[in-house]
């Protein structure tokens, strides 16, 4: 899959400039001795970061507060979320300083360029092992899906021990592509093995 992001973007607007895990450290570590009036540390900062801000490609203080922080173990008030943003804020500024993309951010605009171009190079998509794919990715393969005629065409196939639940940060997966519409089978491996599979599509 990141591959097919990979030359899709490089197609639409020239190689990206992909951010390494350390680059990223580094520049949390950086935001974060610059902001004042927090305690946050530098492993919790790093997972808001891959599993809400960038994640879920927030841009904005209005985007991050009204976020749903599901999955997120750590609560946090209104005032440190706002200190939050402001750590987040200088990563992003860090980031477009140096011309460089997270894979999220790679995702999040060619899925942007198939949307408005209104063509993609598939007619249907099928996503296996649905429930560990991310938020972006996940988002990019349902654009992939769509065509200015029929609309949605993808089809989501999770463990049903996995469930829509548990969609990355345990959200439905309908927050990630538009209305879906699940359900479940047996789907039988062998002649003594069968699981339960739950299914979704957009509608």
């Not at 591959?3 to 570590?29: H, K, M, S, V």
Request: contains cysteine.
């Amino acid at each position: 899959m990141t591959g097919l992001g990979y030359d899709l973007y490089t197609t639409a607007f020239g190689q990206p400039n992909i951010a390494p895990p350390a680059l990223i450290e580094a520049l949390l570590r950086q935001a974060a001795t610059e902001v004042q009036g927090h305690r946050f540390s530098l492993r919790f900062l790093i997972g808001e970061w891959r599993e809400v801000v960038d994640a879920w490609q927030l841009a904005s203080w209005e985007d991050y507060r009204g976020v749903a922080r599901l999955g997120r173990k750590t609560r946090i008030g209104g005032k440190q979320r706002e200190i939050l943003w402001s750590i987040f804020e200088r990563v992003r500024a860090g980031l477009a300083e140096r011309k460089s993309v997270t894979w999220p951010d790679l995702f999040g605009r060619a899925t942007a360029h198939v949307r408005s171009s209104g063509t993609s190079p598939f007619d249907f998509v099928v996503v296996d092992e649905a429930q560990d794919v991310g938020v972006a990715e996940l988002r990019f393969l349902a654009s992939l899906g769509e065509t200015v005629r029929t609309g949605y065409s993808s089809l989501a196939i999770s463990d049903n021990e996995s469930s829509n639940s548990r969609f990355p940060g345990g959200r439905s997966a309908s927050m990630f592509a538009g209305p879906i519409r699940c359900a479940s089978t047996t789907a039988r491996h062998t002649r003594s093995e069968s699981r339960l599979i739950g299914y979704c599509h957009p509608l």
